[in-house]
């Protein structure tokens, strides 16, 4: 029983630190020297894949590679068993991501528009993150936790009057 509950804190643990993951990656890699690999998603296009996703095949990666260290038929007498509720976290996180980022933000999977709440909150956000042209600047880097998206608005503004970020006008 305690190692159950060990477990569930691990992976809700797992799920927290990735959100913190997911932010810093998105800021200092997917806008940074990942660009090449995120730039299509921030550019309108028709198709269904983008070279973005291939960031979605890293974390799946990540979580396979965590199960194979906590699985005593893989790693034998070695193996690690935390592993395999990071894994999970890891797991949990990345389909969460796919539910609000890809299917309730960008409307990849089904067609939602929430019209208030915490829901109304994240498109929001995310929306002014893609107010910006290019990879500098810009605000909102998570994907599952939201800041008031008047902050945010208020953030684009002193970007753009710093020169940071190219905002577009539609703020």
Same mark, same amino acid.
């Given at each position: 029983?305690?190692?159950?509950?060990?477990?569930?804190? &691990?992976?809700? +643990?797992?799920?927290?630190?990735?959100?913190?993951?997911?932010?810093?990656?998105?800021? /200092?890699?997917?806008?940074?020297?990942?660009?090449?690999?995120?730039?299509?998603?921030?550019?309108?296009?028709?198709?269904?894949?983008?070279?973005?996703?291939? /960031?979605?095949?890293?974390?799946? $990666?990540?979580?396979?590679?965590?199960?194979?260290? $906590?699985?005593?038929?893989?790693?034998?007498? /070695?193996?690690?068993?935390?592993?395999?509720?990071?894994?999970?976290?890891?797991?949990? /996180?990345?389909?969460?991501?796919?539910?609000?980022?890809?299917?309730?933000?960008?409307?990849?999977?089904?067609?939602?528009?929430?019209?208030? $709440?915490?829901?109304?909150?994240?498109?929001?956000?995310?929306?002014?993150?893609?107010?910006?042209?290019?990879?500098?600047?810009?605000?909102?880097?998570?994907?599952?936790? +939201?800041?008031?998206?008047?902050?945010?608005?208020?953030?684009?503004?002193?970007?753009?009057?710093?020169?940071?970020? &190219?905002?577009?006008?539609?703020?």
């Amino acid at each position: 029983m305690v190692r159950v509950m060990i477990s569930a804190l &691990i992976i809700f +643990a797992t799920f927290i630190a990735m959100e913190c993951v997911a932010w810093s990656s998105h800021k /200092y890699v997917m806008h940074g020297f990942g660009w090449g690999w995120h730039r299509d998603h921030h550019e309108r296009h028709d198709r269904l894949v983008e070279k973005n996703d291939l /960031y979605a095949v890293v974390g799946a $990666g990540l979580s396979i590679s965590c199960f194979m260290i $906590g699985s005593p038929l893989v790693a034998g007498a /070695y193996a690690w068993w935390p592993a395999t509720p990071i894994g999970i976290g890891v797991m949990l /996180y990345g389909a969460v991501y796919t539910l609000i980022h890809d299917g309730l933000v960008h409307q990849r999977w089904f067609h939602y528009v929430p019209r208030s $709440g915490y829901a109304k909150r994240l498109v929001q956000a995310h929306k002014l993150h893609h107010a910006t042209v290019g990879k500098h600047g810009g605000v909102s880097f998570g994907f599952v936790f +939201a800041r008031d998206p008047q902050v945010l608005k208020r953030e684009l503004k002193a970007q753009r009057e710093a020169g940071i970020a &190219i905002v577009r006008d539609s703020i």
